[in-house]
Structures are given as C-alpha cells and as structure tokens.
C-alpha cells in the first residue's frame, strides 16, 4: 500500500510517530476535509442524486488544491463513499437520489499537498427521520467521540475501542467488525488499525505524535456485513440500519488533537443551516 518511495526504508508494520511539522500540514488537510462536510450539508435533501454531491465534492476539493484518495484507490471510481441506509460505508455515488427518511454517512478524503484528511458524518435527509434512526446517529456520534475522549500518550487502543463499544452495546447496537480506524498521514492507510471495540488495557500504547483515524460504523442490528458484487459496497445482513462518523486526530502531550473538526460547528444533525 506504499505509494511513494521515500528516502529511508519504512517498515509497515511499524507505527509512524511524526514531529510537530507534521501535525501542521495534517491541520490543512484536516480542514479541507471538515469544510467539504461543511459545504455538502445544505445539498443532502431528498431528491439529490448521489453522484451529484459527489461531483460537487470533487470539485470542490480540486477548487481547493487537493485530490481525492479514494478516486482510483484500488480501482474505487469516485472521490467520496455515500452510504445510505443499510449500507456500512463504501458505497458509491451513482444514479441513486436521497429519499424523505434516509440517513447517509458521506466519506471524504482530500488529499492535501501530499497529506490526508480522512472524515465523515452522518446527516439526515428531510424532516421524516425515524426516531430509531435518529437515536442510531446520536449514538454512533458519542461512540466516536467517546474513543477519541480515552486518546493520550500511555493509553491503550484497547481503551479506545472498550469505550465505543461499551456505549453502543448498551444501546442495543452493535459494532462493526469488519472494517477499522487506521493510521494515516502520507499513506492514506498505514498503521495502527484501530478497532472499535476490544479490551480496556490491551492493545497500542499510545504515543505522542501517532496520527490515525478513529470512524465506528454501529448497526441497529447485528454487527454482520456482507460486500455486493461491486465490490465495494458494503451491506448489514440483516438490512439493519448502519451510521458512522470519523474523525482524523494526532495524539498530543495530554490528549489528542482533531484534525477534521467542523469550523461552522456542524457536529451531527440536525445541522442548523
Ligand atoms: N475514507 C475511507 C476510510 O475511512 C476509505 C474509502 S476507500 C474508497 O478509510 F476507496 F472506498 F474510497
Ligand atoms: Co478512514
Ligand atoms: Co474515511
């Protein structure tokens, strides 16, 4: 998954820990991401073609100076994964048009003067949102922000994913197995993976300088998936209902830093624009 040949041999299993300048240019490719999910927001109404916000983000993004990571990444076709629904993450934008009553998760990830910013929200289209769906995403939202709470040096991933888990299953969801967080930076997937659930103290130590994503998918359901012949798209079995969000942080002295933070404060929905 090496994409540029750099100086001195990386071993990728090794976590990457980066100085101070790194931190910079992953607040620009953070912002970039976050203000993408900024500008999207207005547009996820129902009747928007899927393929159309994905046009409006691709274009926005090179407006920006960047590029997607995920166009062409192992063959994805388009700049950003809408899924709608039943779906987990990864689909693709297309003829598909948002109805009364979604919920859709939509993935960004600008690629920034060589830098990735990795982020996504759930967002709720028309006012018909089930209460069910809307407790999904609420919930889904304290699960990540949750994980990110237990981030400091010392710490371990194994708290990290206690803590999603522990909230979502109290809820009477269930955590994805199948797809985790992951280190990133100038690989848009590195090290560490990061599960979203797991055993309080085991796991990563945590250092300062470590950069990854933290992103649960919580079903309504169980926590089983399945990939549709395209390839990508993944699916609940059982047809439950699925939210995400992710964020991209880098771990500090005392905590962590978010990278992909709302700069208009639109955390989760309802989003007052
Ligand atoms: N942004 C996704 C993540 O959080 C990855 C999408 S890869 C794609 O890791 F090819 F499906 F776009
Ligand atoms: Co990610
Ligand atoms: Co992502």
């Given at each position: 998954m090496q994409e540029e040949i750099t100086e001195r041999e990386e071993d990728e299993n090794a976590i990457p820990?980066?100085?101070?300048?790194?931190?910079?240019?992953?607040?620009?490719?953070?912002?970039?991401?976050?203000?993408?999910?900024?500008?999207?927001?207005p547009y996820v109404v129902p009747g928007a073609r899927t393929g159309d916000l994905d046009d409006m983000l691709d274009k926005f993004t090179r407006d920006r100076g960047a590029v997607s990571a995920c166009l062409g990444y192992r063959g994805y076709p388009r700049a950003t994964c809408l899924s709608i629904n039943h779906v987990v993450c990864h689909g693709i934008p297309g003829?598909?048009?948002?109805?009364?009553?979604?919920?859709v998760n939509i993935d960004v990830t600008p690629k920034l003067d060589g830098w990735h910013g990795d982020s996504s929200r759930m967002y709720c289209v028309g006012e018909r949102v089930s209460l069910r769906a809307r407790r999904l995403v609420d919930i889904t939202y304290e699960c990540l922000m949750l994980g990110i709470a237990m981030v400091k040096p010392g710490a371990t991933?194994?708290?990290?994913?206690?803590?999603?888990?522990?909230?979502?299953?109290?809820?009477?969801?269930?955590?994805?197995?199948?797809f985790c967080g992951h280190g990133t930076g100038k690989t848009f997937h590195c090290q560490p993976s990061v599960l979203h659930f797991g055993m309080p103290g085991t796991g990563v130590v945590l250092q300062k300088g470590m950069i990854f994503t933290i992103e649960p998918?919580?079903?309504?359901?169980?926590?089983?998936?399945?990939?549709?012949s395209?390839?990508?798209?993944?699916?609940?079995?059982?047809?439950?209902?699925?939210?995400?969000?992710?964020?991209?942080?880098?771990?500090?002295?005392?905590?962590?830093?978010?990278?992909?933070?709302?700069?208009?404060?639109?955390?989760?929905?309802?989003?007052?624009?």
């Open positions: 820990i980066h100085p101070e300048a790194d931190f910079e240019a992953m607040r620009k490719a953070g912002r970039l991401a976050a203000d993408l999910l900024d500008y999207i927001t003829d598909k048009t948002l109805e009364e009553g979604d919920i991933l194994g708290d990290v994913g206690h803590a999603i888990q522990k909230h979502a299953e109290d809820a009477g969801f269930s955590v994805v197995r199948d998918m919580i079903n309504a359901g169980k926590y089983g998936v399945k990939v549709l395209d390839g990508w798209t993944a699916v609940t079995k059982d047809k439950s209902l699925s939210a995400q969000f992710e964020h991209t942080i880098g771990v500090t002295d005392d905590g962590c830093e978010i990278f992909t933070l709302s700069p208009k404060g639109l955390h989760r929905p309802p989003y007052a624009v």
